[in-house]
């Protein structure tokens, strides 16, 4: 996953394990999209790369299995440590390889440029600040007719508990910049619409947009609350203290928005419900 904050990326050590024992929606998420689009994927027999691959379980257990059995994909992440897992615990795939890399950075390094059939990524590209940059650059990491295919999140209720908290006086001296908390589309009237023409002004030729409700259930109730806080840095500056009391108040303001029921065995099941974004574009060749 990745955050940039004052267009710097972050040192933080994410906890690679904390985030795969939270990221069962992720990866449930990630395996339907990959399943949508299954008929093109199967067919990709040369090099991809997946943005956001956090610690690249969903990149090796459900993206490679999807391709050619001849492509290659290499797994990127702003997260040093998220990389560092990665290339520790798949070090033995060989068509598998894992760097460090800021989607919205302004200096693609070279290497990059036209280098990729296939671009994927998944629940990632929320988290940028300019989404602008972010699509402009993989459109440079396509080949001529090369492909994308990505997956964020637009709205989710966890985003207006996060917002809320970081402008509470207690929380708000540690975070450097509030306004880089501001998740790209979230306030779009139309956001399929602003994508679509967005991915059209960079040259991509838009072959699928959608705008779509997702719903997930689970019994763990603090399941997706764990892989969020796994990514905010900004409690790392706080006294251990105000860090528990932020957690809480965070972790007791997302429960009220999330619906609460139970089965037939009396099992507490909580239903998330929020909006995504699914796009799959080509880069246009004149």
Avoid at 147 to 166: G, K
Wanted: proline fraction near 4%; charge should be neutral.
């Amino acid at each position: 996953m990745m955050i940039t904050i004052n267009n710097d990326i972050i040192k933080r050590p994410y906890n690679p394990l904390m985030y795969i024992t939270s990221n069962r929606s992720q990866r449930e998420k990630a395996f339907a999209i990959i399943d949508e689009f299954n008929e093109y994927l199967k067919n990709i027999s040369g090099k991809c790369i997946d943005i956001g691959c956090g610690p690249g379980d969903v990149t090796k257990d459900i993206i490679l299995p999807a391709l050619d059995p001849n492509a290659v994909v290499i797994g990127t992440d702003i997260s040093e440590s998220m990389i560092d897992y990665a290339k520790k615990r798949y070090t033995k795939e060989k068509r598998l390889e894992f760097e460090v890399l800021d989607i919205q950075t302004k200096n693609l390094p070279t290497k990059y440029v036209s280098e990729f059939d296939l671009v994927l990524s998944f629940h990632t590209l929320h988290w940028c600040n300019d989404i602008k940059q972010a699509f402009e650059n993989i459109y440079h990491m396509l080949r001529p007719n090369g492909t994308m295919l990505v997956f964020f999140v637009v709205s989710h209720n966890i985003f207006n508990v996060l917002e809320n908290l970081i402008y509470d006086i207690r929380f708000a001296p540690y975070i450097k910049d509030v306004n880089k908390y501001t998740w790209p589309l979230r306030n779009s009237i139309n956001p399929r619409k602003q994508l679509k023409e967005l991915l059209q002004t960079l040259g991509f030729t838009v072959i699928h947009c959608s705008h779509r409700d997702i719903f997930h259930q689970d019994s763990d109730l603090n399941g997706f609350f764990s892989s969020i806080i796994a990514f905010l840095d900004f409690i790392d500056h706080m006294p251990c203290d105000r860090k528990e009391e932020f957690k809480k108040e965070f972790a007791d303001k997302f429960a009220e928005s999330q619906i609460i029921y139970k089965q037939k065995n009396n099992q507490k099941m909580a239903l998330d419900v929020y909006r995504v974004l699914i796009a799959f574009a080509k880069k246009h060749v004149t």
